[in-house]
Structure formats: C-alpha cells, structure tokens
C-alpha cells in the first residue's frame, strides 16, 4: 500500500481468538515510521498509530441460559434458540482540524462510514451471521 507522496505503507496488526473472544487490532504506519521503530536507536516520539479494528464477543445468552430463562418475557431468542455474539468495531481516520465542514472532510467520514458498513457485512458473512440487531 502506498500513500499520498508514495511512501511505503504496513498493516500492523495484533489478532487474538479464544473460546471467549476474537479480536484484531490493527493500524497503517510508513515503512520508513516502522524500521525507527524497529531500530532501538531512534527517536519514535514522533510515531503515530490510529489503531483501528473490532471485537467480537458473545452476547451472554448461552443455550443453558435461554433454558433457565424460557418463561421470562426478558429472555432473548436466537436463531433456532442459538446464542450471538455482540460486534464492537472502531477506526480512527486523521482529518485536518481547520476546517471541519470542508467538503473533503465530509467525505472522509462518509467513507469511513461506509467502511464500517462493509467491514460489519463482511464479518456477518464470515460468521453466518443471518440478521443484526443495532443497538
């Protein structure tokens, strides 16, 4: 991936899964930002990371909860008395602070919208996800 002035950019990224959680945590950093790094003997102070990325946990409504709880009006029903999972995404997108209503920057956080849409579609697609519940 390359950016605006053709700088090499690196995906770094953190995943984590286990039977109570997935997680994966990532940002975008210059390959010239990342070899500082990488060299102890650098200055990093100037290093900027925008982790972005998601979570995904279960909803606490497990089959043997929906047993116990059957006759509770408050007992959520899943698919074929399945339990979900709850999705928590994040991203982090820089923006110039001079102008706020800049149409540009309407636009940024339109895309970033629209990635969040996308990126939420491609992980119900992932994981069978049949419907979404916003909350």
Known sequence: VTNAA??????????SIDV?????????VEETMLR?????????SNLVLLPSGFAILPDGHGRAHH????????????LNGTAGCLL?????VPVPFNNLRHPDVQETYENAGKRICHAIKKIMDAVGAP???PI
């Open 20 to 28: 109570s959680r997935a997680l994966v945590v990532y940002s975008v």
């Open 36 to 44: 500082s790094v990488l060299d102890v003997s650098d200055d990093t």
């Open 131 to 133: 419907i979404v519940v």
């Open 67 to 78: 047993a116990a709880a059957s006759n509770s009006s408050s007992a959520l029903a899943g």
């Open 88 to 92: 928590t995404a994040a991203y982090q």
């Open 6 to 15: 053709n700088n090499a950019m690196l995906f770094l990224q953190q995943t």
